[in-house]
């Protein structure tokens, strides 16, 4: 991955990627159980990236593999998003009781939308350091806050730029869901700019900084 923009491309150089997407995508279609295994088979991506394979992993039910980054997002997103439902909450409430009815419109929901948001665009920015912490260290090292938030802003620039091809490859796996079944190519799709931006993430964080003396 010698490039951030490699992460767009990598999925299809592999000449077998029509079928492994599209077999991933059907088991995506399954509640909890594809969406651990979609997460399985991100994580082996990312692994293939990390590794220089221009090779998608075989589509299967990869339980094992997507168990821990599946609890960490799934921990990670409740945790950020405590604000915002406290916000609408509290903002309902505060609706009824001076009008009886819930008004959408009200400042304190309004708040909650952005709060929401804000939430999602820095889950994107940790969700590199979340993917590679994990990778090393397994459901413990994805929920080691302190490891996660040193990682991520010891290298700033990488973080926001995966981060970005991160929530831009999200809006391209959402888009799916407005053509009919295309979201089971449009999610998997998402998920191997995912592990090609975590892997490009990964090489940066890994590289000398500027300036500094070569390893002897």
């Known amino acids: 991955m010698s490039s951030s ?7 299809f150089r592999d000449p077998a990627w029509p079928g492994k997407v599209l077999v991933q995508g059907l088991i995506v279609i399954i509640p909890i159980v594809g969406w651990i295994a979609m997460t399985g088979w991100m994580m082996m991506a990312f692994e293939n990236a990390r590794a220089g394979k221009n090779e998608l992993p075989p589509a299967g ?5 997507g168990i821990g980054i599946f609890l960490v997002f ?3 997103g409740l ?8 916000l609408g909450i509290v903002g309902q409430i505060t609706t009824y009781h001076t009008s009886s009815t819930f008004n959408p419109g009200t400042p304190l ?6 709060s929401f948001f804000v939430a999602g665009l820095f889950l994107r920015f940790l969700e590199p350091s979340l993917i590679v912490n ?3 260290g397994g459901f413990a090292g994805g929920m080691d806050v302190q490891k996660v938030w040193r990682l991520a802003t010891a290298h700033v620039n990488a973080s926001v730029v995966a981060g970005i091809l ?7 796996g959402t888009l799916g869901f407005f053509c009919c079944i295309g979201f089971i190519f449009t999610i998997p799709y998402e998920n191997t700019i995912t ?3 975590a892997a490009w993430f990964d090489r940066q964080s890994q590289a000398p900084a500027p300036g500094a003396p070569p390893a002897a």
């Open 74 to 76: 799934f921990i990670y």
């Open 79 to 86: 945790v950020l998003g405590i604000p915002g439902f406290i």
């Open 166 to 172: 991160i929530f831009v490859s999200s809006v391209i």
């Open 195 to 197: 592990a090609g931006a």
């Open 5 to 11: 923009g490699d992460a767009f491309a990598w999925a």
């Open 109 to 114: 929901v309004g708040l909650a939308y952005l």
């Open 61 to 65: 039910f990869h339980l094992e593999r």
């Open 134 to 136: 994990t990778y090393h």
